[in-house]
T-cell receptor, first 113, second 112 residues
Framework: DTAVSQTPKYLVTQMGNDKSIKCEQNLGHDTMYWYKQDSKKFLKIMFSYNNKELIINETVPNRFSPKSPDKAHLNLHINSLELGDSAVYFC????????????FGSGTRLTVV | LAKTTQPISMDSYEGQEVNITCSHNNIATNDYITWYQQFPSQGPRFIIQGYKTKVTNEVASLFIPADRKSSTLSLPRVSLSDTAVYYCLVGEGDTNAGKSTFGDGTTLTVKP
């Protein structure tokens, strides 16, 4: 009954590969997000989707593309992975009117070698 | 977007009260203030949210002065399990709507 679930939890891959991270939420929230957390623990928003529309797209490389088949899912696809992409990626969701802010997944640790 | 500033780290001992202050000088009228707690290998977890004055729940209290340019998270009688990174988040709307900026976080270490 995990509220926000991400898969995989760990991902090790070589430079130049293409990979995807999946996220699902069962909270009925209307907005989902992807955050990147680097080794210094800084949390930076990458994308958010509200009702299948991209409403925020921070200055991330276009190698990163969010894909949302429905409002319960927001997957992150990364092309041509680079060493600097190594980080922990968190999916989150929220709903307007909710008092509890964001609900985060447990993260995907991506290591590019 | 309102930028936030927090202390990088704090140390405390079990049973003490801990106060972590966040500065947000450019907070907008519609912005709410939310605090999150993050343990290693986990995602941030909501602790408390407020707009002005004081908010209290079973975990913490949040003090916001009248000018709202800062806020203080107060953790009563901390235990070892409160060792974590605490983030201050300021953003518009009651859910921060994704247009929010996380602070750099305060690493709280509780010692026995």
């Amino acid at each position: 009954d995990t509220a926000v679930s991400q898969t995989p939890k760990y991902l090790v891959t070589q430079m130049g590969n293409d990979k995807s991270i999946k996220c699902e939420q069962n909270l009925g929230h209307d907005t989902m997000y992807w955050y990147k957390q680097d080794s210094k623990k800084f949390l930076k928003i990458m994308f958010s989707y509200n009702n299948k529309e991209l409403i925020i797209n921070e200055t991330v490389p276009n190698r990163f593309s969010p894909k949302s088949p429905d409002k319960a899912h927001l997957n992150l696809h990364i092309n041509s992975l680079e060493l600097g992409d190594s980080a922990v990626y968190f999916c989150a969701s929220s709903s307007r009117g909710s008092f509890y802010g964001y609900t985060f997944g447990s993260g995907t640790r991506l290591t590019v070698v | 977007l309102a930028k936030t500033t927090q202390p990088i780290s704090m140390d405390s001992y079990e049973g003490q009260e801990v106060n972590i202050t966040c500065s947000h000088n450019n907070i907008a009228t519609n912005d709410y203030i939310t605090w999150y707690q993050q343990f290693p290998s986990q995602g941030p977890r909501f602790i408390i949210q407020g707009y002005k004055t004081k908010v209290t729940n079973e975990v913490a209290s949040l003090f916001i002065p009248a000018d709202r340019k800062s806020s203080t998270l107060s953790l009563p009688r901390v235990s070892l399990s409160d060792t974590a990174v605490y983030y201050c988040l300021v953003g518009e709307g009651d859910t921060n709507a994704g247009k929010s900026t996380f602070g750099d976080g305060t690493t709280l270490t509780v010692k026995p």
